[in-house]
């Protein structure tokens, strides 16, 4: 087992071949688990990198993407890119719960003091 990698990457391989499209690695970078990188890829390809066969990658992303809930994903780059950015964005109930955690926390703490410092 590797260590120091992110969760889910450990079967993760790059792909075999050079590839052509800068929207297929962040895909893939996604389907492997490694979505800062797959976020990064995306950002890359909105701000124009490309590679030769973005169109095509396009088109099959968007079909591939087609089912998520509360996205309107044509088959173009920068429309295939907002929704990989979107679905690699980190679920926001994760922040609340660690919020939560911490005032829980500080609460236990800050009821310690009061009881035990007299």
Do not use: H, N
């Not at 990064?40 to 066969?53: E, F, H, K, Q």
């Not at 087609?66 to 690699?88: D, H, K, N, Q, Y």
Request: glycine share 10%; aromatic share 4%; hydrophobic share 50%.
């Amino acid at each position: 087992m590797r260590t120091g990698m992110a969760k889910g990457s450990e079967d993760a391989s790059p792909p075999v071949g050079p590839v052509r499209s800068v929207l297929r690695a962040a895909w893939d970078r996604f389907e492997a688990g490694d979505v800062a990188e797959a976020r990064r890829l995306a950002r890359a390809a909105l701000g124009g990198a490309r590679g030769p066969d973005e169109d095509q990658a396009a088109r099959e992303l968007a079909a591939a993407l087609e089912g998520t809930p509360g996205l309107a994903i044509e088959p173009t780059v920068a429309s295939v890119a907002r929704a990989l950015m979107a679905r690699a964005q980190p679920p926001p109930r994760g922040f609340l719960f660690a919020a939560l955690a911490l005032a829980i926390g500080t609460g236990l703490v800050v009821l310690a003091l009061t009881r035990y410092a007299s």
